[in-house]
Antibody
């Protein structure tokens, strides 16, 4: 399977909106949940939210007031927007695919390479 | 929120040694909902184990996951040079939907 591909602006000023997109090469979005996760040295790995191909999304309650995850099935892409960023949002952001095997369980088995987003004035 | 606590923080071992990593949950986690990842510097986490004990595609059989309820273990039977990395446990399904442990670093002694 090809690795997810992701892109977006890497340097933001406080109060701006973080915007990242993740592409799913060679396949459709159906049958999975598509996730955004970020990583900082201080807080480790933090789940941001997920969306399926129908547009049904779930968010981390700590970020729900600022985050929107959307899906574009025609382009096999999904996106993250995080509003009103501060220095605390500086992190490496990953997109990831979550699948489910009825007999074995949930598997987050395909990740993008990560995008370093720095928030600085 | 389910909190995952990993121990130890760091494991210093020689190649060929056996590594035993622990992940303890603050509440019961269904076995289908527990996974282990390996991460190397500058890379995304890589799925090793899902459903507490099923190896992901391409993962060698020296990696073994076990446990249930609140206590889970990742065992690496004989450390190879490429196994020195940071390992995370993860649970899926309890709001927030996904949480990760703080990680265990396996370093060369």
């Amino acid at each position: 399977q090809e690795q997810l591909q992701q892109w977006g602006a890497g340097l933001l000023k406080p109060s701006e909106t973080l915007s990242l997109t993740c592409a799913v090469p060679g396949g459709s979005l159906g049958g999975y949940y598509w996730n955004w996760i970020r990583q900082t040295p201080g807080k480790g790995l933090e789940w941001i939210g997920e969306i399926n191909h129908m547009g049904s999304a779930n968010y981390n309650s700590s970020l729900i007031s600022r985050v929107t995850i959307s899906v574009d099935t025609s382009r096999n892409q999904f996106s993250l927007k995080l509003r009103s960023v501060t220095a605390a949002d500086t992190a490496v952001y990953f997109c990831a695919r979550l699948g489910y095997d009825f007999y074995k369980g949930y598997m987050m088995d395909n990740w993008g390479p990560g995008t370093l987003v720095t928030v600085s004035s | 929120e389910i909190i995952l606590t990993q121990s130890p923080d760091t494991l210093s071992l020689s190649p060929g040694a056996r590594a035993t990593l622990s992940c303890r949950a603050s509440q019961n986690v269904g076995s289908k909902h527990l996974a282990w990842f390996q991460q190397k510097p500058g890379q995304a986490p890589r799925l090793l184990i899902f459903g507490a004990s099923s190896r992901a595609s391409g993962i060698p059989d020296r990696f073994r996951g076990s446990g249930s309820g609140t206590d889970f273990t990742l065992t690496i039977s004989r450390l190879e040079p490429e196994d020195f990395a940071v390992y995370y446990c993860q649970q899926y399904g309890s709001s927030p939907q996904v949480t990760f442990g703080g990680g265990t670093r396996v370093e060369i002694k």
